[in-house]
């Protein structure tokens, strides 16, 4: 039995996510939001405006595990508190990173869905714990690990008791420095064919330029992806993080309407 | 002078390659063919199914750059003439690979554009020759350069005198082992904002697996691509090789339509 | 202050950490035994026989990171109660596998060195708890990681107020299939020019395959490293994970003996 | 017959490449000199220069592929003239690249050994041409090639007629950027288990640093290999290329000391 790949395509039915109202699975799903939660204000006037531009979720990071330990590292509790507020104001479930087993209790709490970041899909004691929750999970490709892995470190968290599982491509690390990372577009339809579970992209993290979220959210569309996850910022010159990334408001508005668009005729076509 | 970078977007406007009727680099270009040309059966009736489904010129190898020395190595002259036949029977335009630099110059007689292959994309003798004819190069980039490299081999050739480059991305090679290699779709967007030259894709060697090969073709045309190089046989079964990656004309008939719908729609979106 | 490189070798002299009597960073030093804890019989033996043959430590797995869920993921506290049993018989110290905060105190009681694998090199929160400890770390470079941020993870630790770090190469994943992963000898004169800490290599993980770790490990010598750790079991054939890289305590000896030999006579050249 | 892998291990004994006095397969080769010719002047004298401190054969580029159009691209002709010069100055054999099929035959002339370059080893024309010659080959791994590609590139030449072939690792391309690339000291023992033909090291090309040349020597004497071919100039501050990697003729002394010493070490040692 334990042989079983539970998150082969072969056992069941695609696997639809549900986030409040949202159903991950079913339509094309976008969470924004900004790199990490700076303040009260940043964060609820961002959530408001991805909110009128047809978001579906809001992100924003309270952990930031980052590269040099003298980088800021995040608000924490008091970011998780900002996200609660800027759910109130909007409705907005919140999708936000957990990078420690001991925090996931009381990260629980306030995220609607809890995020694995690339550096700890592999952090087998960390999925071990979402596992036992009952939160959905938001499961990122590590930048150097295959499909296959992804699939095994979705199977500890389906295999821990969590079957609502999303699984996101975020890039990979190759020897092209042109990009941050090289966008795996292929992974979506691999996926697709391997999984039942909903596969997401990362346009901003993948690409590191901001030219390239919008042409990349296309391709993620037409590729057959179940959703988006975008960075955007109130004022992206002055965000803390990924500036070169992250959209304005008027460049995601601009940008949903062509993917809401493009949804729609993929879908109408036979 | 020598400075310049004859691919840079902001010297020009945008290059439109004329092949006989076909102009790449306007409307979405699609060239199709069997990976190596066989016999003239074979060839000629690849060419007439994908005339049928809408292609715009015919692929076909007649000297093939294969890893093992005792791998079948392509027809050579008889392989020119049997495309030819095909031209000749469809009216298509030739798409052909030239691999030696005495080659160039009877090859040019029978191909419409000349194709320099990923492994031959730094051989910068090679690149001087076909700068030296005047028909349409199409070049590809190495599984291992980056977009840097390939703009400044386009250069080799601008720069002797040949302004008829069509770009083509056809996957890099990463750790990912489900694909063949590991299609950098970001590199379309990256090459139009760098260079005014058409980027074609080419999905089937970027994959090596049939059933990625049209979601990743729609993602091209959704990343904003000139065309799309891809890999068709009358019996795929037989083909001599790339037989996992290669559309039947039924498969390659029903991505068309998709293709064109697709690119419709995109052309129509302000 | 912050942004000083703690890790840089301009700052101070060479670290030598202290295990018991083991001076890492002074002479050579040798780690080994079996990738993981089986038995009190398996460990106590390989532990005696790794002694015999002059090893300074002994590793060997409690904790176990494995790809998949239903992977053997190691005897836990019980195999940490094995490797007590192997110091108090051979008076060799521990290095032993830490992979959850929330295990750090108390794996801290067994273990003489905690290591921080290299799928966890970037698990910050976990640089963050044992850099509270009093326990040297080995620091596992991850198998996608540059040098730069293996040295920022160093950073992590001795920020965190622990000094004792010893960096391992242990391979990054490539293109390259006939090896695991690629030993990047060339990390080992890097970070020697780079930092004042002590740089071991892994040639077990690193290549994968028994017929190179010999080559390996004499290479790693004469490019100039404090060290080595390798896997070495009483009966390679019956090993629960790696047993096409594991030494039989025979081959040790044999390796064992070059190894010294090499040393003694790098240190005597000028 | 035609699947019969030539470069076996199993069908034959090492295989020992005559180049003049020099037997390459047969204790340890150098072969040193600068990376292009750039004057009479400049080669004659670095010929002279190591020829002193013991290398057995003198490299030197007269044509250079080079990523863009407008860097130097060697002195052709005159540079194989001044090589010869050289040749007949110190009596050392002249390893120089060819990079074109029509420019085999007269190469042939003034070359002793005709150098395969990283980007044009599956250039599959050159490698049968180089086959029908009588002078040995050195073939150098492309960047991003596979172990099994580099011997069916070394089988392109065996099958064509020519048993003199020397490899060469030279660094592949990952995404560490702090050295240019990444040798794969793996590639050593693991090409000595697989084939009887010798195996070198290009240290200089695979590191791009002055500060690891040595050590990584060292490391590839140690490793097993049977040669090094390495980059040295009277005047590395003025040379046209890889200055940031190009010894001087002291610090080539020096390193050469330290080899020849390991090296007769290792030959000592049982």
Known sequence: MKNIKLTSLQEREKTIVR???????????????PCTVESEQQTVETAKAVK???????????FKPR????????LGLKG?????????????????????????????????????GARNMQNF???KEVAKTRKPVLLKRGMNSTIEEL?????????????????????????????????????????????????????????????LVSPLSLATVAAGADGLIVEVHINPAEAVCDKEQTLSPAQFKKMMEKIRSLYQFMSDSP
């Open 67 to 74: 590269t040099s330990p003298y980088a800021f590292q995040g």
């Open 151 to 211: 699939l095994n470190c979705a199977e500890y968290i389906l295999d821990g008791g969590n079957p609502d599982v999303i699984l996101c491509e975020r890039g990979i690390r190759t020897f092209e420095t042109y990009t941050r990372n090289t966008l795996d577009i292929s992974a979506v339809p691999s996926l697709k064919e391997l999984t039942h579970l909903p596969v997401i992209v990362d346009p901003s993290h993948a690409s590191g330029r901001l030219s």
């Open 80 to 116: 998780l508190k900002i996200l609660k507020k800027a759910k109130e104001e909007t409705g907005l479930p919140i999708v936000t990173e957990v990078i420690d087993t001991r925090d996931v209790p009381w990260v629980t709490e306030y995220a609607d869905v809890l995020q694995i």
């Open 125 to 127: 004691s960390l999925l």
């Open 19 to 33: 986030v409040g109202h949202v159903r991950v699975g079913e339509g094309f799903c976008v969470i924004a939001g």
């Open 52 to 62: 009128e531009c047809g978001a579906d979720m809001l992100r924003g990071g309270a």
